[in-house]
């Protein structure tokens, strides 16, 4: 009982060390509202005796209680709370808009193109700024994807130092005499490339928590560096409306930092949060890209596939005549299991190098593509705000050059739409507030 009980402790500060920093919101530990032991053989036990008896005492309880939780209000909460932040975006977004444009309706076509060329400098700084980001992520890309390719290769060239102990875990039961008849020889070779499986996806799903925390490293790096240029973006962006307008457009009110900087800059600064589960950083975002679905599940099952390829030539002939070769009358279970793995070892560390060899390359591009779509994804949307902005200035242009433009009709119509806009973002504010009081 006391072996039991330093068990569950040990496995107890396990779960707890690879789990809690999963369970960290908003400077809060919920660790206890969302890790729960639960006892599937006791609930069993109880049900079979009774269909109706309680489940106390099996964890059953608490966790069905916290997943409804979730399901009936934190779940929608986290959902209203996105609808809200894209809600004020949109409205800060329309309002600045507008802010910049208001002023530019009262100068004639040549202060206007005066104006407008005045910003260019500004402009070309925004795309020096994209460009330098880019840059980070290149040279973040090129290292880790070596450092990761070169962990993968050096982790399967030491398998073999502590395969025979490792394995004897994983072997089927051995049967001497079973062993020599075909049929059941064949059912032991095929229990045995089903443990070598088992082993395999054990070992690499081991090594996949070093690439995860590589990766990790990797986006919490570029979370910060987007946050720093997306401040710098934003005092570029704010100098173009200085200069367009002569004031300083100011966002909101009920507006954050966060708010307002360039959506771009929350989409790449919100990566990192989206893949801790961090529901703020999903909000910003504003997108899903999980790197660890799109890297590490390919990476373990291509790594898998390459090592498993090789079974035939790891367990057939070798262990045949490493066990016939000991004779019936002197072999023991034991000897012969350390035989099997002894022989299966050997001809393993054979193909290790050339697995470790031919993997790398794979893993490397596996790791380097998951960068390049990062970085394309910040820099579509960076051109799309560039783009954006200035056919917000070539739109007016036009205007002026079609046609007079009437400065209070277009400055009513504008109004209007800000607050029709701004209305809009209010009633997603008030449901969410409503909602939140309700179930607290």
């Not at 040549?110 to 407008?116: A, G, Q, T, V, W």
């Not at 590589?214 to 100098?239: N, W």
Request: proline share 2%.
């Amino acid at each position: 009982m006391n072996r039991q009980r330093c068990e569950r402790y040990l496995l107890r500060r396990v779960f707890q060390a690879n789990l809690a920093d999963y369970c960290q919101v908003d400077g809060y530990d919920i660790y206890d509202e969302r890790v729960f032991e639960i006892s599937a053989i006791n609930a069993l036990r109880k049900r079979v005796k009774n269909p109706d008896v309680s489940l106390d005492g099996t964890g059953f309880p608490e966790f069905m209680g916290a997943l409804n939780t979730f399901l009936t209000k934190e779940r929608a909460i986290s959902e209203l709370r996105q609808a809200r932040t894209l809600a004020r975006q949109g409205s800060n977004h329309v309002h600045e808009a507008i802010e910049r444009r208001i002023p530019l309706l009262e100068q004639d076509l040549n202060e206007l193109k005066e104006r407008i060329n005045s910003v260019e400098p500004e402009f070309n700084k925004l795309k020096d700024i994209g460009e330098q980001f880019k840059d980070e992520i290149k040279t973040v890309r090129d290292s880790k994807a070596k450092a990761i390719a070169d962990s993968f290769r050096t982790y399967v060239l030491n398998l073999g130092n502590t395969f025979e102990s490792d394995f004897l875990y994983y072997q089927p039961e051995l049967r001497f005499m079973d062993f020599l008849s075909t049929g059941k020889r064949e059912a032991f070779e095929s229990e045995l490339r089903q443990g070598f499986e088992r082993y395999i996806n054990d070992k690499l799903s081991e090594w996949s928590k070093t690439a995860e925390k590589e990766m990790d490293a990797a986006f919490e790096q570029l979370s910060r560096s987007a946050v720093t240029y997306g401040a710098s973006y934003t005092k570029v962006t704010d100098k173009i409306n200085q200069k367009l307008t002569g004031k300083t457009v100011r966002p909101v009110s009920n507006y954050t930092t966060e708010d307002n900087a360039p959506a771009w800059a929350k989409w790449a600064a919100g990566l990192f949060s989206l893949a801790r589960g961090n529901i703020a950083g999903v909000a910003m975002a504003g997108a899903g890209f999980d790197w660890k679905n799109i890297v590490l599940n390919f990476i373990t099952v291509m790594a898998i596939g390459g090592i498993i390829s090789f079974i035939p030539g790891i367990f057939i002939g070798p262990v045949h005549l490493a066990l016939l070769g000991l004779g019936v009358g002197v072999v023991q279970a034991d000897q012969a299991r350390k035989e099997l793995v002894k022989a299966a070892r050997k001809e393993l560390v054979k193909y290790l190098p050339e697995v470790a060899q031919e993997q790398w390359q794979p893993i490397y591009d596996a790791i380097k593509e998951c960068f390049d779509v990062y970085e394309q994804e910040v820099t579509e949307r960076m051109d799309d705000d560039i783009k954006a902005r200035k056919a917000e200035l070539d739109n007016l242009m036009k205007q002026k050059e079609s046609h007079e433009i009437n400065r209070e009709q277009e400055l009513a119509r504008l109004k209007q739409l800000e607050a029709d806009v701004a209305s809009q973002s209010q009633k997603v504010e008030t449901a969410y507030q409503n909602f939140v009081n309700a179930i607290a």
